[in-house]
């Protein structure tokens, strides 16, 4: 029986020392009568924070850069870049590439992870196997939930949604969708629904990316979320529309996606390198104003998205980072707003995926960091990086902290 006692830690913004005990890989409030003997980890005043979870990331096209060639940085030029190199991924390269990922994602802090997985015609199931053999593979550090989606459509792409049936039989278990790559964007948003109420799942889709807020379709993902009572298992990521809307018209739809159930992603990054391009001066930001949308009432998460491919040139699989640009760009700078930046990668996003245990509670499964901060907002406002991680009670990273070597 595995046993845990961490002694020495704070919790929060509280600065005081507590105890905390892992049995099994879950917190309890004591050791049972039979636990002994059990190791102790001192934290010397040290923050433990819940690991952090990642909504929306594509391991299946990361690491691709040196294949492609950027000229215009533009979406369309990413989706068509991407389907050339797409030719030709094998297994073996996509298990390699999202590998490196998946490294870097685990001693940045993440122990959870949803994942995008493309399938279609061209590229089958080659990247959907890739993905459940590193599902199983990194299962010791980091759990890793399959999404598949039809990134070159659904309805004008035979043979596609065979393929994401055949792929939820097979362990996925939510389906994605990119309305604005079909040929009938509201037909393939019904569509989905119907899948998704076949096989029970959750719908995370790519929608509305581009700053016209003319031909919106998130009304129609709205409206199917309350035909099929899928409150609360409907995301949509990137919708950088919502960013071009004025603020009254943008708090009656705020409040018409809280009450349907339909909750926003924002992946910093990709999003700014993307959008705007056509713009010389006064540039838009073009994020999905998350805040105003929490305030509304809607569950919102902070992502990554895209790593080394035309959609996002870098990144390093850090949710911190991507909390801090999405505060640097969205000016919260406040205690108060740096929590909830915090949040968007770690509470807010479990509670998004519907994650059960988490937290650092009693009960809790026992995936957690620990940072040498002052505080949570600490963490955010300085990019700190996690000094050691945690997956159901096992140590799963560590990072020494620098030494200065001052001269003599």
């Not at 298990?95 to 685990?106: H, N, P, S």
């Not at 790559?181 to 989905?192: A, N, T, V």
């Not at 700053?211 to 409150?231: D, F, I, K, P």
């Amino acid at each position: 029986m595995s046993a845990l006692k961490i002694i020495n830690a704070r919790l929060g913004s509280d600065h005081r020392l507590t105890e905390l005990y892992v049995e099994n890989g879950y917190f309890v409030d004591r050791f049972s009568a039979t636990v002994s003997p059990w190791r102790t980890l001192d934290l010397q005043g040290r923050l433990i924070l819940p690991g952090l979870v990642e909504t929306h990331i594509h391991l299946d096209k990361a690491c691709i850069m040196q294949r492609c060639h950027l000229q215009e940085g533009t979406l369309a030029e990413a989706v068509a870049q991407t389907r050339a190199a797409k030719a030709e991924f094998t297994e073996d390269d996509v298990y390699q590439r999202g590998a490196q990922v998946l490294d870097k994602a685990i001693v940045q802090g993440t122990t959870h992870m949803r994942t995008h997985v493309e399938l279609d015609p061209q590229i089958g199931l080659t990247g959907f196997n890739a993905i459940r053999r590193l599902q199983a593979d990194y299962a010791w550090a980091i759990s890793l939930e399959i999404c598949v989606f039809p990134q070159e459509g659904l309805l004008n792409n035979p043979g596609t949604e065979a393929l994401l049936c055949q792929a939820l039989e097979s362990g996925a278990s939510v389906l994605g969708g990119c309305p604005y790559m079909d040929s009938d964007p509201h037909g393939q948003i019904q569509r989905l629904f119907e899948l998704a109420v076949r096989y029970d799942c959750d719908l995370d889709l790519h929608l509305d990316f581009d700053l016209n807020s003319e031909g919106m379709t998130v009304m129609e993902v709205a409206r199917c979320t309350q035909l099929h009572g899928w409150g609360g298992r409907v995301t949509i990521g990137h919708a950088t529309k919502l960013s071009a809307l004025p603020k009254e018209p943008l708090t009656v739809l705020a409040l018409h996606l809280a009450k349907a159930g339909v909750q926003v992603t924002c992946l910093p990054s990709t999003d700014l390198f993307l959008m705007g391009r056509e713009s010389f001066h006064n540039k838009p930001r073009g994020l999905a104003p998350l805040a105003h949308l929490h305030a509304c009432g809607v569950r919102c998460s902070v992502s990554t998205n895209n790593i080394g491919n035309p959609f996002t040139p870098y990144g390093d699989a850090s949710l911190i980072r991507q909390a801090n640009l999405f505060a640097n760009v969205s000016q919260m700078g406040t205690v108060a707003q740096l929590l909830q930046c915090l949040a968007w990668v770690s509470s807010e996003s479990a509670a998004l995926l519907r994650l059960k245990d988490y937290g650092v509670r009693p009960g809790c499964r026992a995936d957690f960091i620990v940072f040498d901060a002052p505080s949570p907002a600490a963490v955010i406002a300085e990019i700190s990086a996690p000094l050691m991680g945690f997956k159901g009670g096992r140590q799963t990273f560590s990072r020494p902290a620098a030494t200065l070597l001052k001269a003599t």
